[in-house]
Each structure stands twice: as C-alpha cells, then as structure tokens.
C-alpha cells in the first residue's frame, strides 16, 4: 500500500512510519515538524537527542533499503498544497497524526487554546474535504484519544465509540438506539478530538469517507522493534510538564531521581497502551477498513488500565523513588473508574504487551542513557485549567517557583 | 444592558439589534460585513434594498433619539482586537450571530466548505477564549439551529438540546442520564453549529461561562415593529438559492410569478418561526439566563412545523401560483416528521405569530415592491451536496442551464 502519515515526525508517527515501512509499504510522511517549533517554544527537548527528519529517514535507508518519503506541508494551512499533493500521489490510505496532542500545552494560554483547536479543526477538515473534492477512496485512519469519553465514572463500561440507549417514543414505548458516545472532553485537545468526531460523522454519512478513529490511551514505552535497530532511529521522549504523559514521566523521573509527580490524589483511573502495540494497532486498523457508506468505525486502542497512584507506587517499589503530591492543575474528578472494552483489537489478533511483563526497567535505563540532557526546572506540570486552580500550583517538589508560559 | 451584537448586520442581527436598542439597552453592533461580501461573490443582493450599516445606525439615531454603535471586527481572524474590545467595553451581554448561516453555501465548493468551518468555529472559540481571558461574566447567547438535531423520523420528540436515555450498567440495571442531543446535522454549515455545542460545553463545565444557545428554525418575514419605521431601516431578503430560505422564497417566487421550486418530494418537514418571534425569543432568553456553573441552556426557538409541499400549495392557493418540482440538490431523508418541544420559550410568554394568522401577504407585498430588483438566474437552488448529485441539478424551471460556482 501507498500510506500518507500525516504528522509522521511525532512521537506516535514516527514509529509508525518505521514500522509500515518495515512492513513493506509505501510511506510518505506529511509534517509540518510543528513538535520540534514547540520545543524550541517551550525550550525544551526530546530527552532522547532527535536527528532531523531528513537524516533519520537517511538512516531508516542505509539500514534497511527502504525509503521513508517526507513532505513539509502544514496541513491546518495549506489546503491547496495537500490537496495536490494527495491528487497527484493518490495512496491508498492516510493515516492522521496531525493535531497538537498535549492537553496541558492546550490549556496554557488563549493563544495555546486558540492555536489547538484552529489547528487541529483545519487539519482535519482540509483531509476530509481534499478526499472528498479529488474523489479519493483512501481509508483515513485517525488518532483520537479516550479522553472524548470524559473520566467520569458512568457505572458502565466504554463501549467502542457507539453506546446503545433508549429512548423513549411518543406512544410511550422505549426503543433501542446505538449513539456516537456522547461526548465529555476535559481539556481543549481533548475537546478538539470530539470536534473531529463530528466532521467523521458528517464526511462518512454525506461523501462515503471510509474513516477509522483509534480512541488511544496513554503511550507508555519509547522503543519499538524498528526504533531499537539504529541510535539515530530512536524515537522521541518527552520528560517536560506539557508534553511527558504520566507513566513514562514516572519512570524519567525516578531514573533522575526526582520525586514522582502524583497530581490530586491520583485516584484518576486511565488507560494506557505500550507503544509497541499502538503501532501494531495502527496496522491492524488499516488492513480493516469500514465499507464505503459504513458509518465510521471506532477502535478503543488501549490494552488495561490503572490508577494514577497505583502506577506511582508500583514505579516508586522498583526503583526506589519517593512520591511528591502535588496540586492538580486540571479540572477533573479527584478519583474516577474507567471499565474500556477493547475487543475488536484482540479479535484482530492483538497480544497485549501489559505493564507486569514489563518493559518498565527499559524505559528507565533509556532515561539515565540521557539524564545529562534533563532541565529539572521543565518537570513540574505548570499548565492550570483556570485561573483559580492555577493559583495552587505555585512551587515545584524541589521548591522552585513555577510559571505556566515564560 | 450594555450589549455586544456579533454579527448584528445579518438577517437576524440587524432586527434583534433595533429591537434591543428599543428596549433601552445599549446595542453594540461587531461584524466583519461579510454578508455583503459574499452578495458581491455571488453577483446577487438582498431584494430590500440596503443601506451600509452606519447609515441605517444614523438613521434609528434620527428616528429614535438612540444610538447603535458599529465596530468593525474580523471575529475569527482578529481575536486580539475582539478582545481588548470586550475587556475595554465589559458588555452585560453577548449575543452571537456572527456565523456563515447558508446551507448551500457552505456545500458550493471546497473552498466554501473550508471557508464555513474555519469562520464558524474560529469566530465562536475566539469569543469563548476572549471572555475567559478577560473574565468577564456576560451571558453569551448564540444562534443555533434546529438541523443539529438532523431532520430523520425518530419517533420522539426533538427536546429542548437534552435528552433523556436509558444506560445499562455493568450490574445489569438501567439508569436514566439526560445527554447533549445526539447530532446529527445535514450540511457542513449544521455541522459547524454542532461543534459549537462541543465547544460551549466545554467552556460551561471548565470555566463556568453563562451560554444559552438557541436552536432556530427556518424564520420567515422579513419586517419587525422597528424596520417598519422608516424605509432605510429595512431588513435584508434573501431571494437566491444560497441564502433564500424555503417559505420566503416561495413567496417571492410568487411575486415575480416565478415556479415555487419544491426540491424532491417536498415532504422535508421543518421548523419555522417569523422573524418578529425570532427577535423576541432573543430577548427572552437575554432576561432567562442561566447562573455560573449551570450547563447549557438550549431552547428550541421554533414556533410551528410544516411539510415544504404543504407551504409550497398553501403559497399556490394564496397567490395563484405554479409549483415546480425538481430534483433534490440536497442529500436528506426525502420525508420525514418532525415534532419539537418549544414549551421554554411559551412558559416565558411567547405568544406564537403563526402562518395561519399571516403575514404571508405582506411578505409578497414586499417582495412586488421590489420585484424590479430581482435577477430571475439566481433564484434556483444550485449548491449540490455531492457530485453526483449536482449531475441532477442541471436546469432551473425556466429551462436555464445551472452552475453551482461561477
């Protein structure tokens, strides 16, 4: 297959891109290399060093024969220049990585929440609409996230995308519908992502888009098979407050021996998925694509799930590092359940790798590889949801004073 | 009150503008005159005569003693502006019209699809971001529509934005929630106004903003007590097939004895409500605003339903009309019913202006006045909802041969 993956220079694109490669097809990475402008933003870095996109695919060449293609094009802006770019290349499927993925950076300021979501919005819509205007039958593939459910706890499992309910008619009776699972976004990425949704449901139900959405859980986990092949090959890591996720930020910060952030009580239960099983998803989705006219078909790619303390603890036993609680400078539910059914992944074939096989100590020996490239002073989460809420997150567990945007 | 009218220049703003500043209140008026713009694309106009917006200020000014203030703001590009505005003038009050309102249009072309969600969601996030940023408490009320509902028989009543739905539990048991209408809307312009829905949502449960988003039918008329004032306070009318909408049309298709253009069956049934009502209802929901933490309040700001046939030969009776009947450039359930919950606005003292007691002849009156300003090419429906669709839409009913996009 010819594959388009949009935002191929990502944490989660990149080892995709690496991985279909490896699978022998045709990958051509669109990115506007927004994550490396972010980083020089927020002066941060990938605690792994990061080639460019250009020298990695280089290397992905030398190592393997195969050629990894890349094209800068911001897709949120240059509709004109996609739109030509899919009618003259025509693959055979997208495969969308391209949004702002850090709910904290999106809580940052009005710029960062005006920037997420005209960005992620655009990006979206102009694939959607250059699809449909180059009458282009590829199969979209999106990476959305299980934040569109909302942390509540429901009494009732997540089904994948579509809850049954019913309803109650004029005479009276009940009758069973299967609804787009409404909606409860925490923040303004994951907000974006239940905009998306709705442009799916529309594109598929008006122009027969066949479209694929991957509800993920958080990534664990920094190697993949091909990653691990070529120092110059690995993938971005992120340690900093905005754009580090809770279990690998665990594992970076006992290897620097920095205390374990636990936000709130860290009673909030999440899901979360190995890396190594989120690019297999990726490829399971894309060999299952829905029928034209099918309503969009939505995958919950995550493989268990686990409270943020619990994690805490478990990290803190095997490494020996301590637990700092701190403020939470989100608006959510202090404590939640989460039950996620994820049967259409293991029916596929997915042997989940879970967090007690472990590949937990990898990550820790990665991060002291390069604990000399840590800033401690862009661990702690600075992102508040308000401004009242912000007020509370004043200090850092080393004591330093702390500022959401210098 | 101290009131920001966004988009106060359009079909609807304009009049709730005179309206509002009858009242007493002080009516700013924010719009980027984008309506007139795109009458310039089209090559149509308003079959009223109209004045630019400072000279019809001028005149409410002369006539009344009042002054309506006009500012000239890009609301999805000039988000800065827009809020240094707010911040220096603290409007009571928000009121938020200022979106491409046009089925048709947003479904021309590709262009006209980006061009939609792009304006829409960046105008409506921009004025969220804004009031958070500057915390300023106004109660934003924005216009909705009833086609985030979606128009397919459910065989229930379409409530007031909130449904009632039974869950199963993991124990087994049901359990009754109240969910944000499932929607499902019919153009890329509904669909903007579903993700509206997302965004206020949002901005209701994180930030506490006071939203009341009013779900429209198809309003109808054109005059109100303050446009009959005087002849250059008169509203803006929409004949052509991208902003005329479908009971106006007819009677000025009856005017200029021109076919009443019925598309498909004619068995669409749709919400309606006169322009009089409409401006009435906003004020209504102005004084009925929701407190600090309270979700959404959704009214439904509709007043009768009618199959489009059952207008078309009401239409025909009246004025001795022909109906045509054509193909369907829309891609919809060719009937379906429709019965809506309006109980909200009624409870708050809404006395319905319905077809039955009529203004139909005056909006024909109008319409001869100044049927000498009518270009018969624009009448017809072009704007297909899918290429093969358009194949169909080839003639108007005078035997003229039709482009979407010129």
Partial sequence: ???????????????????????????????????????????????????????????????????????????????EILKSWLAAERPDAVIHFAEQRAAPYSMKSDRHKNYTVSNNVNATHNVLNALVEIELDAHLIHLGTMGVYGYSTIGAAIPEGYLPVDIETLSGEKKRQEILYPTRPGSIYHMTKSLDQILFQFYAQNDGLRITDLHQGIVWGTHTEQTRRHAQLINRFDYDGDYGTVLNRFLIQ???????????????????IHIQDSVRCVELALLDAPKRGERVKVFNQMTETHRVRDLAEMVATLTGGRIAWLPNPRKEAAENDLIVENRQ????????????????????????????RVDRAR????????????????????????????
Avoid: C
Avoid at 29 to 56: A, C, F, H, K
């Fill in 345 to 372: 992944f293991l029916d596929l074939g997915l042997q989940p790798i879970t967090l007690a096989e472990g590949l937990l100590s990898e990550v820790v020996e990665v991060a002291k590889k390069f604990a000399y």
């Fill in 254 to 272: 006992a290897a620097i021996d920095y205390p374990l952030t636990v936000h709130g009580t860290g009673g909030q239960t999440r899901a979360f």
């Fill in 1 to 79: 297959m010819k594959i388009a993956v949009l935002g191929g220079d990502g944490f989660v694109g990149w080892p995709t891109s690496l991985h279909l490669s490896d699978q022998g097809h045709e990958v051509h990475i669109l990115d506007n290399l927004s994550r490396r402008w972010i980083d020089t933003e927020l002066g941060v870095q990938s605690l792994t060093p990061m080639d460019s996109i250009q020298e990695r695919s280089r290397v992905w060449h030398a190592e393997t024969g195969r050629r990894i293609h890349f094209h800068l094009i911001d897709l949120a802006k240059d509709y």
């Fill in 379 to 406: 661990v702690p989460a600075v992102s508040a949801w308000t401004r009242e809420i912000g007020k509370l997150v004043e200090r850092d567990p080393e004591g330093r004073a702390l500022r959401s945007v210098s």
